[in-house]
Structures are given as structure tokens and as C-alpha cells.
């Protein structure tokens, strides 16, 4: 069966890289971006997501952060979250590399983790550049809007995620990509594999020779080059999968 043969590969790997997508968190409440019910299908990503909307109108962004916000902050890790920190405990992975900014894996244990599109934990202020946990700026939206920055008084108060139309953090890319070079596995869950550069990675590590694991919801379009392809549900499958690996 598909799960068995990803554990087999899994445990064979010495230099096994997971990549992660909204498909992971969702299971803990953070819904998806696209697909059905996605946060693209209620909201325009250009206009609420984009830099250049964000500097024009900074308010229309918080207005919908002050409900999302609170569910990303309010999400714990599911099972899924927590069967990677395990494989990485027992040597089976080296690291993750997300394309989310929930935070999770960090919750769940995981140790190595590269958030490529940065984190939603944290705010910083692109005046003064002073910065403040994401929770303390969220109690403040039903008082202010926008917020201001607690030090010099500014609106442009922005979480360290990336926006449509910012550059992805250098460092986090690189290693990123390194790690994918090194990789004997790559083990892809919950990403639609249609953001780029973040795509790459994956096909990084078949150029280098990795085998390829696929764990998500749908289709994808890198289904055709996996070793494994596993259609359900992350914190079901992935959990199945640690336990096998440590039989």
C-alpha cells in the first residue's frame, strides 16, 4: 500500500526533507487558501493580501485580520504537525520547510524549521522597525483601526509575513534549496505546488535525485514525478506513517 511504501522510503532516507502547505493547518482550524471554502474564495489575495494595497490602506487589512488573525493564533497543532516533530526526533527527517505562518510545527516540537513566506506570530513596525507579538496588535483592532505602532505612532504596523508583490527572506530560500540538493526523500504535505518560488524546492530535490512523497487533499500538479502519492487527509496519514517508521 502507498502509506507503507512511504514509510519504507521514509525509513531508508538519511537526509529526508518535508515541505509543508495550508493543507497541514488545516485540520487545526486555519482554513486553506484555495479550494473549496479557501480564504481566496471570500476575499480578493490582491487587495487584501498584496504590499501595495497594504501601504495604501493599512486598515482594510487588519478589518480582515481581526477575524482570521484570531483563528491562526487560536489554532493548536494537530496530529499531522505532530507526527513530522516525531519523525525529526527519531532522525528521520532534517527539516521542515513551510510555506505557512501559523507557527504550528514550532509548537509541535519540530526544531528545524524554514518558514519560506515568513512568520504571523510576530508584527513589525515599517516606520521605526520596532516589533510586537502578533496577540498583543490583535487585542488592540477592536479599540483601533488601524493600529498604531506603540513607539512612534504609526499606522503601517505589518505582520513579518510575506505579501503578494514582497520578496521571499533570502536566507529562508536558500536553505531551502540547499536542503533540497541534499535531500534523498522529499516529503510534500498539504501544498497545492502552485506558488512559486516555493514549488521549486520539491522539483529541486528530484533534479538531485530525491524521491518524492505526496501527501494532500487533491491532485497536484507534481503528482506525476512522486514515488508515493497519498490522497487524505495530513493528520491521519501522517501519523499512520511515524508509527510504522518506528515499528
Known sequence: MSIERAADLLASATRAVAM????????????????????????????????????????????????????????????????????????????????????????????????????????ECMVCGRREPRSEVQARLDVEMPPRCQSCGSTFLKPTVVLFGEAMPATALHEAFELAGQADVILVVGSSLVVYPAADVPLAALRAGARMVVVNAEATPFDRFASVVIHGRSGEVLPHIASLIAA
Open 20 to 123: 509543508t502547505g495550508a493543507g497541514v493547518s488545516a485540520e487545526s482550524g486555519i482554513p486553506t487558501f484555495r479550494g473549496e471554502g479557501g480564504v481566496w474564495t471570500k476575499y480578493d489575495p490582491v487587495k487584501v493580501s498584496s504590499i501595495d494595497s497594504f501601504m495604501a490602506d493599512p486598515a482594510s487589512y487588519w478589518q480582515v485580520s481581526r477575524e482570521r488573525g484570531r483563528v491562526a493564533l487560536a489554532a493548536r497543532p494537530n496530529p499531522g504537525h505532530v507526527a513530522l516533530a516525531q519523525m525529526e526526533e527519531r532522525g528521520r527527517l532534517v527539516a521542515v520547510v513551510t510555506q505557512n505562518t501559523d507557527g504550528l510545527h514550532q509548537d509541535a516540537g519540530s526544531r528545524r524549521v524554514i518558514e519560506l513566506h515568513g512568520s504571523g506570530r510576530n508584527v
